[in-house]
């Protein structure tokens, strides 16, 4: 009987010392929270300005949209890459985040390199 009351005690400390280290953890995370999520919503309008500068980095040529119409560029060249896309993208379960930008990057390298 002596056994099963230290077991007893024991198992009772070990869960207040638990409990005392997930209060200190916990406190410290909605510390570390708060502290983040203030630092991350503070944005000054440099920092957008800059963002926009660096959007038209990311842009294709800015004739690449008449290039496609006027038929210097093969539509269906790209309409066949953006279904390879799409078909890989389900395939792996990849988001929808990750088509956009495949179709970005193709454009992109579509707008500055001559294809054969």
């Known amino acids: 009987m002596a056994l099963m009351i230290n077991n007893n005690l ?12 997930s209060s200190r ?10 502290e983040f999520s203030f630092r991350s ?3 000054d309008e440099e920092e957008v300005a800059m963002l926009f ?12 949209l008449m ?8 539509p269906t060249h790209r309409r066949d890459s953006i279904d390879w ?3 890989v993208v389900d395939y792996y379960d990849f ?3 990750t088509a956009y930008l495949s179709a970005n990057y193709l454009d992109r390298f579509a707008s500055v390199n001559q294809l054969p």
């Open 10 to 21: 024991f198992g009772e400390n070990e869960e207040v010392e638990q409990q005392d280290q």
């Open 25 to 34: 953890f916990s406190h410290d995370l909605l510390v570390d929270e708060d």
């Open 41 to 43: 919503s503070y944005i």
């Open 53 to 64: 500068e660096r959007e038209n980095m990311h842009l294709p040529r800015q004739d690449y």
């Open 67 to 74: 290039r496609l119409q006027n038929g210097d560029l093969d």
């Open 85 to 87: 896309i799409a078909k």
């Open 95 to 97: 988001g929808p985040l």
